[in-house]
């Protein structure tokens, strides 16, 4: 079972920058992309970035669209979200998880492995 350890949440005023990282364990074959999704208090969770391990495609949500660049270290087997221009709105736990399953990258029920989250707090 691969592992996933999030990291680099925090606190950040509006308009300010944070990158995430989630590192996995191990990669399978079956691994086929890493993504991130995020969950406000009283909100579901929702679809953010994700990334093909193989080359590099990748799939966003249009809240974050030309704010957020999910990018990908094979070597090292690591995900990051860069989150630039925040806003109070993208206030939430961030949690990577691991698809096996295949397309579409935003689709949740495509994602098996999650980790524990880290939590990003934009103030106004």
């Known amino acids: 079972q691969v592992q996933l350890v999030e990291s680099g949440g925090g606190l950040v005023q509006a308009g300010g920058s944070l990158r995430l990282s989630c590192a996995a364990s191990r990669r399978t074959f079956s691994n086929v992309a890493m993504g991130w999704f995020r969950q406000a208090p009283g909100k579901e969770r929702e679809f953010v970035a994700a990334?093909?391990?193989?080359?590099?495609?990748?799939d966003y949500a249009d809240s974050v669209k030309g704010r957020f660049t999910i990018s990908r270290d094979n070597a090292k087997n690591t995900v990051y979200l860069q989150m630039n221009s925040l806003k109070p709105a993208d206030t939430a736990d961030y949690y990577c998880?691991?698809?096996?399953?295949?397309?579409?990258?935003?689709?949740?029920?495509?994602?098996?492995?999650w980790g524990q989250g880290t939590q990003v707090t934009v103030s106004s």
């Open positions: 998880a691991s698809n096996s399953a295949g397309w579409p990258l935003s689709a949740q029920s495509k994602y098996n492995t």
């Open positions: 990334i093909t391990w193989s080359d590099g495609r990748t």
